[in-house]
């Protein structure tokens, strides 16, 4: 199967959606659902919450699609990127309540991951995302990976990473970027859309 069935989404879908269409709206929640529920899941550790993440994300897409602009990313990078600050914004707001943040990547199970009730071919598809993600993941350096879980997945800055970490945050900055750099080629095949 070739990944980019389950996760490429045409750009064209903004512009309809920015014009009121329902249809097109309904084709990018499904095409992109199941990978935004897993980040908004893994990061906050609540199914109900992460739930209401995408609602909001959702909502906020509706409204502001005509923001989308193609240039600055892929339509899925912009929804991960959207989805991740609105996560990162719940998490800082459930720290301030004295909660507890998320734990390791190594530590999420997966089965607990599901949206709705997928078909076979997007359990599937959504298995195979998976296992290219966390393969590139667990490839990278451990000082690289660790520096992107701790901003990823628990919101951290640089300066608090460096904190955590013990080390400048010149380094931290270094170690995010290589790592970033080395998922995103690991990763192209998933996201190509050409």
């Not at 990078?77 to 990162?88: G, K, P, V």
């Not at 507890?100 to 009730?117: E, F, L, V």
């Not at 080390?167 to 996201?191: D, F, H, N, Y």
Request: charged content about 30%; glycine content about 4%; hydrophobic content about 40%.
């Amino acid at each position: 199967m070739d990944l980019r069935t389950s996760t490429s989404i045409d750009s064209d879908l903004f512009t309809l959606i920015a014009k009121g269409d329902r249809r097109a709206f309904g084709r990018l929640y499904d095409q992109s659902s199941p990978v935004l529920f897993t980040l908004s899941f893994r990061m906050l550790g609540d199914r109900e919450e992460a739930e209401d993440l995408l609602q909001e994300v959702y909502t906020e897409v509706w409204r502001k699609s005509v923001r989308y602009d193609e240039r600055r990313g892929s339509p899925m990078a912009w929804l991960i990127t959207l989805t991740r600050s609105r996560a990162i914004d719940r998490l800082r707001a459930r720290a301030s309540r004295g909660h507890g943040m998320t734990d390791s990547i190594d530590d999420a199970p997966i089965a607990d991951t599901q949206a709705h009730d997928p078909t076979p071919f997007d359990r599937q598809a959504d298995a195979e995302v998976r296992v290219q993600v966390m393969k590139a993941l667990v490839e990278l350096p451990a000082a690289q990976r660790q520096a992107l879980e701790l901003a990823y997945y628990e919101g951290l800055s640089h300066s608090e990473i460096a904190e955590r970490l013990k080390e400048p945050v010149g380094t931290i900055k270094t170690r995010i970027k290589l790592g970033m750099s080395k998922l995103k080629t690991a990763l192209q095949p998933c996201w190509n859309f050409d």
